[in-house]
């Protein structure tokens, strides 16, 4: 079994009607409900409201792959949740990255960069493009597919190139954007998804909730890790000398 | 000309005798004597002991690369001062991460891991094998070249897929290493270098001082950048839709 | 079910007794009996001196991953069967590329470089380490491994940067070289792996076994391909213009 | 000095009113004279009606950068002619592929796959971004930028993921397309590059000529290889065993 963990800061649902309507549950039951049908995955939530942000060692080590939504509130998870988040990755734990998370203090970590992009929000339609059709988190996606609307996230999108660039996306208003992108870090895989505005359904398209179980699949912890060492060691010589 | 800037902790040198017989005035002097000559290169330094660590926002304004030699001291250089750095490397400012500076601060947070090693020290040999010959790093640099004796760094080093692998390092007592890489985040070019114990003479090498100097050139920021941008901005829409 | 074609070029086992000794019914089938006890798999075998090289549309049309196995005979290959082979890798058949291999026309064609790289042939001992533990392929694998004797393949080996470099060898004589490789290359996924002359018992060793199985998974065609479009095609317009 | 061959095929350019009137002397003397004004280049052309191409041994021995233009012909040039061009390119020559060079022999022949695309030329407008703005082959060029009219080149672009990706296109007709790509084979660097339809005036566009003239620089053969082999060598041991 699969362990996914998917975590949301659960703001823009207490205050805004609309966000309310889309996700009557909150966005994080929304993405819950895509996984938990998959025979293979135990499915969990956690939220920015519970003690430790919900992300206790615990609940990290039982976790092998942790899908985040944040917009707002990235400023209140505390460094310490993060650092345990991000050690956590290192270890092998998968990071499904959604939408606003770009900006998120787990993603800029693992990432180095900025993470910033150039945005607007038009309800314009999106095109994605599968760039990578044989990867994994691709299986079943045709080679583009249109979502109705979608918040523009454009280039240059400031991170660090992509260990796999999967998905391309293209906007009416005129820009493009690394939209799927696969990103390896220690021993855990990152996979950051463009779409997920708040206010809009994308997350009722059949291609991009295939892409969120394909993730899930592929970045969930390995089972047969030797070694998760993260940090230094002293080595022994493994030949005299 | 190239604005360098040697950062050092300069530590070692005020209580090891046998360092400060390798390096009479500190591995900053060391560093920086191996690039004044250079005539398109302004060489100055920095240590740990300088107020903000001698890196304030004037000095790395002006400052196209950096160069970075830490070990004990890791710990004691500011977060605020590895920030900056950071945001100067995002900005286009280069950075040369020399030896044990692979568990700096600003190296962890560039990277986003560990960046841990296995590692013992037994004066033992060092071959660099050239994987990149044509790279403007490696220019002058034989297929493969020995150190009399270096610290061993080995494998799994705990790093992102490099940009560019550059040099692989063997040694007598089993190892092998990613020695030389590129990274690039942001608009900042990042070269790690693996020689440079403190109580050994890697310095004095021809190839690694050539690579050093390659770096300096290879890695400065560039001169004809049109956007500097770190973080997200608001965009008006290209195209009428 | 994986369908697994393990191609031999068959030669050495014909006139050297030591070949025969180590590989009674060829390298083929030694190859073949490590993946056969696996319940997923389907394996057959293919031979230089069949028609077409085994390797005709029916075979690779229902071959999900080929095994190449080649030598001395490489320019034996008809330039044909080469270009079919491709035409599959690209179409989404795995390539998994053993030892010698990395001479072969179909290597060759798939990296478009010379795939050169230095050797001889001591018995001498070889070390692997395991640089992406997280990787399908390295699955079981332990953070290092030694093989008893195998033939020094060293660096510069001449291929583009991999996809993904999975794994380093040491040397006792004083070498390294990136002995297993990811390369991406249409829809086909292709590993190298070093280890494998034809006198030596590689084959034998347990972890060397579990990366040629893995490998079959992991490279093998993807079941939910939706396009294997190879070459150029006009396109409709997306929007009106 | 730079020594600059650009070839063309030269075939529109007999037969073609609208292509004589954009290029009077062919296209590779419009390529040729964006790059003739710079002092540290060297500039001939060659073209396919020449003995050998004009691609002689000679010729490309003192070729550092090669530019292609290639359109109709491609099945024209006979493969001994590409596989001495390959040859160079693997010993250290730089290749600039031009638009429909894409399916050009040689460029097939490094690349290793179709490098078939989407493609419709209905003189829409094309818009490039600049993704990798601190690289040298992107010096000088804006964040984004607009050619009027471009033929219609979209995903997916069936090419090895580029050792780095520069520039990202944008169509009105709905497409994107990775249409700036640095690739590393052997001691060369290929860099791609989209626009240059043979009726349109891409060729005019300051920032077009701007990535060309700093493609040839990055392109060219580096000065100081240490090393150009090309093909396996055997290799006394470095230590002894």
């Known amino acids: 079994m699969i362990n996914v963990t998917v975590w949301n800061e659960n703001q823009h649902e207490k205050t805004d009607e609309r966000v309310r309507s889309v996700h009557p549950n909150g966005l994080h039951e929304t993405l819950a409900a895509i996984l938990r049908p998959e025979k293979d995955m135990n499915v969990r939530t956690a939220t920015l409201d519970m003690p430790e942000c919900g992300l206790t060692e615990d609940v990290l080590s039982s976790t092998d792959v942790l899908f985040w939504w944040g917009h707002i509130a990235h400023r209140q998870v505390p460094d310490e949740v993060v650092t345990r988040v991000q050690k956590a990755v290192l270890s092998g734990m998968g990071l499904v990255v959604l939408h606003s998370g770009h900006e998120s203090k787990i993603f800029q970590r693992l990432m180095g960069t900025s993470c910033g992009l150039r945005w607007h929000e038009l ?3 999106e095109r994605i493009f599968n760039i990578a059709p044989s990867h994994p988190v691709m299986q079943g996606i045709p080679p583009y597919f249109m979502l109705e609307a979608e918040e523009m996230y454009g280039e240059r999108f400031d991170i660090p190139d992509p260990e796999k660039l999967l998905g391309l996306c293209w906007y009416p ?3 493009v954007f690394r939209g799927i992108c696969e990103f390896d870090r220690g021993l855990g895989r990152i996979i950051y998804v463009q779409p997920g505005h708040e206010t809009l359904r994308s997350y009722e398209n059949e291609y991009i909730r295939r892409i969120l179980i394909n993730a899930a699949r592929y970045a969930a912890r390995p089972q047969a890790l030797q ?6 060691a002293f080595a022994e010589p493994l030949e005299k000398i």
């Open 173 to 175: 208003s005129g820009e």
């Open 227 to 232: 070694d998760t060492r993260v940090g230094s």
């Open 123 to 125: 309800g314009e339609k």
